[in-house]
C-alpha cells in the first residue's frame, strides 16, 4: 500500500470509528440513563462506558451489517450490547491483572474496591443482554435467538481464553511457543474483538442467510495483530494515549510473544531469572526487575520478532477479507473492514 493509499485508509477508518461509536455512545447512554434511575450500581457500571474507547466492536459490527446490505437502527442494539460487554470485561480484567489505570484514569476498583466494581462489571453483563432481547421487534425471534446464540459463543471462547492466560500467570508456566500463544489469542481477545462483530453484522445483514464460519479465519489473523500490537503499546506507547499503565504486562506476567520469545532466545541463565521475576507477584516486582526484563527483550530483538509476526498476520488478514467479502459489492463499509489489516499496526 503506498502512502496516499495507506493515508486514505486510515482517515476511513477513523471517520467510520468517530460516526458508528458515536452513534452507538447515544443509544448506549439511553440504556445506562434509563437503568441508573432505578439503582446506584448502573450509575457506578456506566463509568467505564462514559470513558468512551475507540468504540472498534460495536463500529465493526455496523459496518458488517451495512455491507451486507442492513440499516445502522438494525444493527445498532447489537453494538450497544457489544459496548456493554466489552466493558465488563474490562472491569474484570483490570481487577484481575491489578490494573492501575483504565483510559487514563484510575481503574474502577482503585476508585470503589474490588467487590464494588466486581459487582458493576455483574451489572454490565447484565445490561448488555437487554439489547439483545430487545433485537426481537426489529429483526424477528429467528434471527434474535440466533444473535443470542453467537453472543453465548463469544463469551464462553473469551472466559476460557482468559483462563489459559490467567493459568500460565498463576502455574509460572514458560514452556511456550508462538503457537500457544496465538491459539490463546484466539480465544480470549479475537473472538469479541473481531470475529463476533464481523459474524453477527452478517447475520443481521443476511437474516441468517450466510455461512458464518466463513468470517473466523479473517476475524482471527486480524484479531491476532490487533492483540500483539496491543501488546507492543504496553511497552513502548504514549502514555496519554495508549490510557494504560505503560510496562504493565511485565508487572502482571503477561505471556505475550516478546516474553516468549525472550524465553526461547535467552541463555540458560537468563531464563531461569526471567521464571523467577514472571513468578512473583505484581507488588513483588521492582522497578530493576522490570527494566532487565526490557532491557533483555530488547537485546534478544522481541519487539522486532513480534512486529513481524504481527505484519505477517495483518496480511494473511487482508487475503482473507477478499475472500470472506468476495460476494459483497464495494461500499464504504466494505472499504472500513478491508482498512482495519493496516490500521490495526499503525495505532499508537
Sequence with gaps: MNADAASESSRLVR??????GS??????????????????????????PLRRGRSL???????????????????????????????AFLVHDDIEDESDERRGQPSLHRLHGVATALNAGDALVVLGLRPLLENRGRLGARVSF?????????????????????????????????????????????????????????????????ELDRFVRFGFFLGAAFQIQDDLLNLTG???????????????????????????????SERLRAKEILG??????????????????????????????????????LHEFRVAFASTRDSRDKR??????HWVLERT
Design 280 to 317: 512473583r507477584e505484581r507488588a513483588a516486582k521492582s522497578n530493576e526487575d522490570v527494566l532487565w526484563l526490557k532491557s533483555t527483550m530488547d537485546r534478544l530483538g522481541c519487539a522486532g520478532y513480534a512486529r513481524t509476526v504481527a505484519h505477517a498476520l495483518a496480511g494473511a488478514a
Design 146 to 210: 440466533r444473535i443470542l446464540e453467537e453472543t453465548e459463543r463469544m463469551v464462553r471462547e473469551s472466559v476460557e481464553g482468559q483462563a489459559i492466560e490467567l493459568r500460565w500467570r498463576r502455574d509460572n508456566v514458560t514452556e511456550l511457543s508462538e503457537s500457544d500463544y496465538l491459539a490463546m489469542t484466539l480465544r480470549k481477545t479475537c473472538w469479541y474483538t473481531t470475529i463476533f462483530p464481523n459474524r453477527i453484522g452478517a447475520l443481521i445483514g443476511t437474516r441468517d442467510g450466510i
Design 238 to 268: 504514549n502514555h496519554e494515549r495508549y490510557g494504560k499503565e505503560l510496562e504493565g504486562d511485565l508487572r502482571e506476567g503477561k505471556r505475550t510473544l516478546m516474553i516468549i520469545h525472550l524465553l526461547e532466545r535467552a541463555s540458560p
Design 15 to 20: 471517520e467510520v470509528l468517530e460516526e458508528y
Design 57 to 87: 466492536r460495536a463500529s465493526f459490527c455496523i459496518a458488517a451489517a451495512r455491507a451486507f446490505g442492513a440499516s445502522v437502527d438494525d444493527a445498532v442494539r447489537c453494538a450497544v450490547s457489544l459496548e456493554l460487554l466489552h466493558n
Design 23 to 48: 452513534c452507538a455512545q447515544r443509544a448506549l447512554v439511553a440504556y445506562l440513563e434509563r437503568e441508573s434511575a432505578r439503582c446506584e450500581v448502573y450509575r457506578l457500571a456506566a463509568d467505564y
Design 336 to 341: 472500513f473492514i478491508g482498512a482495519l489489516p
